[in-house]
């Protein structure tokens, strides 16, 4: 099956640590990578290759992934990291994209 | 800069027609997987569509197959999106967006669009 599950929502207070799943049987030997949409607005990259951080994202935001899992994390949550969060990675062929249900991120 | 204009949403009827553009500026074109990604009101985003640098390769979600088509247009940098035979559940934000390099293989996305809104409602 070519679906990555997500948690519909997570809550986390400002500065304490949020972290969102990404499941999937298409995950072993597959990078994921990480989108956050905020109201409005298109999708931002915030982790790529399960790990890596684009520049200008800050160092709260870190990524792991082991076997079917990948996880995003945030550390020190602020206020303006709320909004709907996303993994995705490709099929088994690599040819068709794959987004997760996606995460909505409750800062409070 | 990289920059992504998506244009052509429009409010359109059940089984009719529309073609979404997409031009691109900042980055050699040719050089780049592009894709469409949609979002439905209030649901999450949904791939649809993805063509190789050259154009020579595309590949479809099942949800489109067969009704959309992707193409490019690498001397005009823009994107195309035809699509046929519209159903009510087509209703969304299209975004256009680029993937490091040209093959259409394991990609992700780099840069995305505003999007463009398509209706589909009699």
């Known amino acids: 099956s070519s679906e990555l599950t997500q948690p519909p929502s997570v809550s986390v207070s400002p500065g304490h640590t949020a972290t969102i799943t990404c499941s999937g049987d298409?995950?072993?030997?597959?990078?994921v990578y990480w989108y956050q949409q905020k109201s409005g607005q298109a999708p931002v990259m915030v982790i790529y290759?399960?790990?890596k951080r684009p520049s200008g994202i800050p160092e709260r935001f870190s990524g792991s992934s082991s076997g079917t899992m990948a996880t995003l994390t945030l550390s020190g949550a602020q206020v303006e990291d709320e909004g709907d969060y996303y993994c995705y990675s490709t099929d088994s062929s690599g040819h068709h994209g794959v987004f997760g249900g996606g995460t909505k991120v409750t800062v409070l | 800069e990289v920059q992504l204009l998506e244009s052509g949403g429009d409010l359109a009827q059940p089984g009719g027609s529309l073609r979404l553009s997409c031009a691109a500026s900042?980055?050699?074109?040719?050089?780049?997987?592009m894709a469409w990604v949609r979002q439905a009101p209030g649901k999450g985003l949904e791939w649809v569509s993805a063509i190789s640098g050259g154009g020579g390769s595309t590949s479809y979600a099942d949800s489109v197959k067969g009704r959309f088509t992707i193409s490019r247009d690498n001397s005009k940098n823009t994107l195309y999106l035809e699509m046929n035979s519209l159903r009510a559940d087509d209703t969304g934000v299209y975004y256009c967006?680029?993937?490091?390099?040209?093959?259409?293989?394991?990609?992700?996305?780099?840069?995305w669009g505003q999007g463009t809104v398509v209706t589909v409602s009699s």
């Open positions: 290759e399960d790990t």
């Open positions: 900042g980055f050699t074109f040719s050089r780049y997987v």
């Open positions: 298409i995950l072993p030997n597959k990078y």
């Open positions: 967006a680029n993937a490091a390099g040209a093959v259409l293989f394991e990609y992700y996305f780099d840069y």
